[in-house]
């Protein structure tokens, strides 16, 4: 099985590299590799500059988009939603709606969560972990 884990730091870049490098990594082609940081609103100069360069929004959508470049069956996010640039917030709202495969989120963002509209819900309360496939609201209404 191919999982894909985001974790709160950046410590999956390597910060010498340009994003291009960590495209190549990937053994995406250049061509492919340019078109493909373009679509993640990434300039020209963005594109070739070390990662240390890069805001932290831009570090974000770099992770997110080698992550699911990868097409991972299984995404393990924690804290995606964490210190994101609105721009960043809604790319990746866009891309798990698109995914395909498994996701085990982990978020204190309800707007994140209510927008995204999962289909179940793992609740963590009074140290007890319960399956449920309610909308957020009713959820939090039964837990308060």
Same mark, same amino acid.
């Given at each position: 099985?191919?999982?894909?884990?985001?974790?709160?730091?950046?410590?999956?870049?390597?910060?010498?590299?340009?994003?291009?490098?960590?495209?190549?990594?990937?053994?995406?082609?250049?061509?492919?590799?340019?078109?493909?940081?373009?679509?993640?609103?990434?300039?020209?100069?963005?594109?070739?500059?070390?990662?240390?360069? +890069?805001?932290?929004?831009?570090?974000?959508? *770099?992770?997110?988009? @080698?992550?699911?470049? &990868?097409?991972?069956? =299984? /995404? $393990?996010?924690?804290?995606?939603?964490?210190? +994101?640039?609105?721009?960043?917030?809604?790319? *990746?709202?866009?891309? @798990?709606?698109?995914? &395909?495969?498994?996701? =085990? /989120? $982990?978020?204190?963002?309800?707007?994140?969560?209510?927008?995204?509209?999962?289909?179940?819900?793992?609740?963590?309360?009074?140290?007890?972990?319960?399956?449920?496939?309610?909308?957020?609201?009713?959820?939090?209404?039964?837990?308060?």
């Amino acid at each position: 099985m191919r999982v894909q884990h985001f974790s709160q730091s950046h410590d999956s870049l390597d910060m010498k590299k340009s994003a291009l490098d960590h495209c190549y990594d990937i053994d995406m082609l250049e061509q492919k590799a340019r078109s493909f940081l373009a679509n993640l609103l990434f300039e020209q100069g963005e594109m070739t500059a070390p990662v240390e360069k +890069l805001s932290g929004g831009q570090k974000s959508r *770099l992770r997110f988009a @080698l992550m699911f470049a &990868q097409q991972p069956e =299984l /995404l $393990i996010l924690d804290e995606p939603t964490n210190n +994101l640039d609105p721009t960043t917030w809604w790319l *990746l709202l866009g891309w @798990l709606r698109d995914y &395909q495969g498994s996701i =085990l /989120l $982990i978020s204190h963002d309800r707007r994140f969560l209510e927008e995204f509209k999962f289909d179940s819900f793992w609740v963590v309360n009074k140290g007890t972990i319960r399956n449920r496939h309610k909308d957020l609201p009713e959820i939090l209404k039964e837990i308060q």
